[in-house]
Structure formats: structure tokens, C-alpha cells
């Protein structure tokens, strides 16, 4: 049984460019999460997707967007990326409505902005 | 902004010794949850406390809520050098988002 998968594991990206980081959920869940993760710091929400529809966002601005396709994938793309976006990408999966509130979490995209 | 506070930020401690962190919480929570992260990698789910228990033990692991004073603590018992991580605490507040903690850094010295 397949944890919960992310690609590519790591990017380099200059100021300016855009993004896209991937992320398949474990087996079974329908709904993913992403967080942002900067050095030395706990992780923070970005937003959650649930029947391919934005379902909870945290506090970041409309250049961080995401994607959720039939089969529960999902993308999380980052437009006129900032120094300050160089982070790790977590991406987790649980199941909606199943009683468990536990999140799996893949082993994260590191994300370098020159 | 982040829901919880993890105390100390820091921790080394002897192998073979216990090893307990707390976190602090400012709003009702549904449950909160204990997550380990080796090395900037990818978080694993250690216990889930929800809002109605009290104490839970998994393994090595006891978890003890208190939602009078809004803390948790986690204890690990007889730590060994693969205990060595960062520990976060999350809460799941009442309109479901996760919020971490900015973790507790655990060194297990040999």
C-alpha cells in the first residue's frame, strides 16, 4: 500500500518564475492538504482540497493556487515565485467523513528560490 | 499565526532517559495530534488526543490533554537515539484546518 507520494523532491527556481509540485494521496483518501514549511519553523496551511474543490485556505496570497483531479491527485502551483517561498512542501492525505482525523504526510518538495 | 507552542524549542537528553514536551494552545480544539519529523523530511503521525480524553499511551508514547489549561504533553519513556527529531503539535480547531506548533527539537545524546 502506497504512502502518500510528491514530486520532485527537490527544485531550484529563480525570483519570478512559476511552479508546480505534484502529489498523489495514499489509498483510500479523497482529500489532500498543503502545507508550507520554512526552515527551522512548524509547518503552515496552505489550502485543502476535497472533491476537487478548494475546500479550507490559510492565510497566503492568490499566487499560491491548487488543482485537484478525479482520481484525489493533486498540484499545488506557486506564480511569480519570491525569495521568501523557498520552503519544504508537505502534502498530506486523510479521508473525509470516515471518523479519522489523522493527516499522512508525504516526504515533502524542497523548493530553493535564487 | 500559529495555535500552538511547543515548550522547550530545545531538549537533549541522555539515552535512557524520559523525555517530555509540552504545547500550548490558545482556542477550543476537536482533538490534537503529535507528529515527529526526522530531518526536514516528511511528518509521521505519532497519537491523537481528541478533546473529550484525557490521556492516551501508544508504545513509548503517553499524551495527556488538559483543556482547562488548553496544554498537552508528551512523554517518551526510555528514549532511544532514533527518538532524535523535531516534535510538533497540532490542533484541529472546530473549523477543521490543522494548525502546528513550531516544534520542540529533541537530541538524544548516546
Known amino acids: 500500500d502506497a504512502g502518500v507520494t510528491q514530486s520532485p523532491t527537490h527544485l531550484i527556481k529563480t525570483r519570478g518564475q512559476q511552479v508546480t509540485l505534484r502529489c498523489s494521496p495514499k489509498?483510500?483518501?479523497?482529500?489532500v492538504s498543503w502545507y508550507q514549511q520554512a526552515l527551522g519553523q512548524g509547518p503552515q496551511f496552505i489550502f485543502q482540497y476535497y472533491e476537487e474543490e478548494e475546500r479550507q485556505r490559510g492565510n497566503f496570497p492568490d499566487r499560491f493556487s491548487g488543482h485537484q483531479f478525479p482520481n484525489y491527485s493533486s498540484e499545488l502551483n506557486v506564480n511569480a515565485l519570491l525569495l521568501g517561498d523557498s520552503a519544504l512542501y508537505l502534502c498530506?492525505?486523510?479521508?473525509?467523513?470516515?471518523?479519522?482525523?489523522?493527516?499522512?504526510f508525504g516526504p515533502g518538495t524542497r523548493l530553493t528560490v535564487l | 499565526s500559529q495555535q500552538g507552542e511547543e515548550d522547550p524549542q530545545a531538549l537533549s537528553i541522555q539515552e535512557g532517559e524520559n523525555a517530555t514536551m509540552n504545547c500550548s494552545y490558545k482556542?477550543?480544539?476537536?482533538?490534537l495530534q503529535w507528529y515527529r519529523q526526522n530531518s526536514g523530511r516528511g511528518l509521521v503521525h505519532l497519537i491523537l488526543?481528541?478533546?473529550?480524553?484525557r490521556e492516551k499511551h501508544s508504545g513509548r508514547l503517553r499524551v495527556t490533554l488538559d483543556t482547562s489549561k488548553k496544554s498537552s504533553s508528551l512523554l517518551i519513556t526510555a528514549s532511544r537515539a532514533a527518538d532524535t527529531a523535531s516534535y510538533f503539535c497540532a490542533t484541529d480547531r472546530r473549523d477543521d484546518k490543522i494548525i502546528f506548533g513550531k516544534g520542540t527539537r529533541l537530541h538524544i545524546l548516546p
Open positions: 498530506a492525505s486523510s479521508r473525509t467523513g470516515q471518523g479519522s482525523d489523522t493527516q499522512y
Open positions: 482556542t477550543s480544539i476537536n482533538n
Open positions: 489509498s483510500g483518501h479523497d482529500t
Open positions: 488526543i481528541r478533546s473529550n480524553e
